[in-house]
């Protein structure tokens, strides 16, 4: 990556403050980019789910697993259950998506409280064999009164496949009968669902899978408490990703942690941060770090910077320590202040090798908040920063009283922000359509087939706030 006069600026930027100018190509179309992340992480797509409790579930974690990234289960969420969402993900399908069922006797409004759980949008109605009988969607309880039973308002018409049709003859007959989805059977049994554009996502990405052709799944562990048992327990029930978590991650406790997971396997790929200098990247990866997390106060839900003054423009912070993990052969990851498909671009256009969403993402279907709907009758879902209040209180809920209030009292997050879905993209796999189209248009603006090419090739320019609102599309006239 080279600026355009050659030099870097001397004041800090953020993905704000530059762009990148076009050059001479040589790739002719998006669809010859390929955006598989540095070796080892197994993800063929470089988009990994923060760890935040609203945000990384059992749902995120397997529909950002078959669209090729990876999702982090939070260290906020006990170990037992931690332990049920990783052989949940592992035992999904690697194409199909999971299916919303209930019986026949189940009420219309058991299926309104299911349905927006998915992006999908339908219910499939089984018998006690797991055979399907019907399907229900929200334009048939129109006129009916939540206590009705399903059997009385679902479509007994119903188009299925048999697992393994080609996903291209699957997309062309729910084309002709004009319908979005349909039951994946085994048998008479019902393993799936299949939407028309999961058949076609199904053929433009390839799902992140681990040795054994399972869906892969990260978790963190935080640099306090039992370190060494929780990530012990991970390692047994087969994570594919330990992230070592701390809003502070240059400092001691952090290496130690670092180094005492590093010990338990050697060849466990391990994330750890936050850090946003040089200095804190080598010693992370002198500790037994592959992947770098970096990014101090760029976040949505983060206050560290208001409250602190610490922390440090984001791009900045992505081009010093991209630069000084490639001499030790790592790569970093590029955590926070993403807020378009251009910020993802301008990161990884900067050397980092994956890019962490995370309030971004709460605004979805699969994020793992409750669904809620505000007086105008639009959805959104609760969100809030992991050094929030409410944060805190959920992470010292075996403290006493006393310590409790006394830790509540220092925050560095938003407690509670509301993340409407977007009409247009309201699932995960439409916002990373939205991400993939944006880099991979990116890549062919930089002649660029591959993301280290991107690095390479891209050139950098520096631009003022009025450049970046040049830029915003315009919605309605001026």
């Known amino acids: 990556m080279r600026f355009l006069d050659d030099k870097p600026p001397l004041h800090e930027l953020t993905y704000n403050d530059v762009f990148m100018a076009p050059t001479r190509s040589e790739v002719g179309s998006r669809h010859e980019v ?77 299926a309104l409280n299911l349905i927006h759980k998915r992006s999908h949008g339908v219910v499939i109605v089984v018998n006690d064999a797991n055979e399907p009988v019907g399907i229900f969607t929200e334009h048939d309880a129109e006129g009916h009164d939540r206590f009705t039973q399903l059997h009385r308002v679902m479509s007994t018409e119903l188009l299925s496949f048999e697992e393994g049709i080609p996903l291209e003859t699957m997309f062309e007959r729910l084309a002709v009968k004009r319908l979005t989805c349909a039951p994946v059977l085994r048998g008479k049994t019902l393993v799936g669902v299949v939407t028309r554009k999961g058949a076609l996502r199904s053929t433009l990405y390839q799902p992140a899978l681990d040795a054994s052709g399972k869906l892969v799944v990260a978790a963190a562990v935080g640099i306090s408490g039992d370190v060494i048992g929780r990530a012990k327990a991970l390692l047994e029930w087969g994570i594919d990703l330990i992230v070592i978590d701390a809003a502070h991650g240059h400092q001691r406790k952090m290496l130690e942690a670092v180094e005492a997971v590093r010990a338990l396997s050697p060849k466990m790929p391990v994330m750890a941060g936050n850090v946003v200098t040089r200095e804190g990247t080598a010693d992370l990866i002198k500790a037994g770090v592959d992947l770098v997390k970096v990014g101090v106060g760029p976040g949505a839900m ?177």
């Not at 974690?61 to 170990?79: K, N, S, W």
């Not at 208001?306 to 630069?323: H, I, K, N």
């Not at 251009?342 to 279907?365: E, K, Q």
Request: with cysteine; charged share 25%.
């Open 34 to 110: 390929d955006l598989r992340p540095p070796p080892g992480s197994g993800l063929t797509t470089p988009i990994i789910v923060a760890n935040m409790t609203a945000v990384a579930g059992r749902r995120m974690a397997e529909t950002v697993a078959r669209r090729g990234g990876i999702a982090v289960l939070p260290q906020d969420i006990p170990l037992d259950i931690v332990q049920q969402n990783i052989a949940y993900v592992k035992s999904r399908h690697a194409i199909y998506e999971t299916p919303i069922t209930l019986r026949p006797h189940e009420t219309l409004q058991e």
């Open 302 to 478: 983060c206050t560290t910077r208001m409250m602190t003054g610490v922390g440090r423009p984001q791009f900045s912070a992505v081009l010093e320590c991209a630069a000084e993990a490639r001499k030790h052969g790592k790569s970093i990851c590029a955590d926070g202040g993403i807020r378009h498909p251009r910020d993802v671009a301008l990161a990884l256009a900067g050397g980092a090798g994956t890019v962490m969403i995370g309030s971004w993402f709460a605004g979805t279907y699969e994020s793992a908040a409750d669904i809620r709907e505000d007086a105008a009758g639009k959805l959104y879902k609760e969100n809030f920063g992991m050094a929030s209040q409410r944060a805190v209180k959920a992470r010292t809920q075996k403290d006493s009283l006393f310590e409790r209030a006394r830790k509540e009292l220092f925050e560095e997050g938003i407690s509670t922000s509301r993340m409407y879905l977007d009409p247009q993209r309201p699932g995960v796999e439409d916002l990373i359509d939205h991400v993939v189209a944006g880099v991979k248009s990116a890549c062919t603006y930089a002649g660029a087939s591959t993301l280290e090419e991107l690095h390479q090739n891209a050139l950098i320019g520096v631009q003022g706030a009025a450049g970046f609102d040049e830029g915003k599309p315009v919605r309605q006239s001026w």
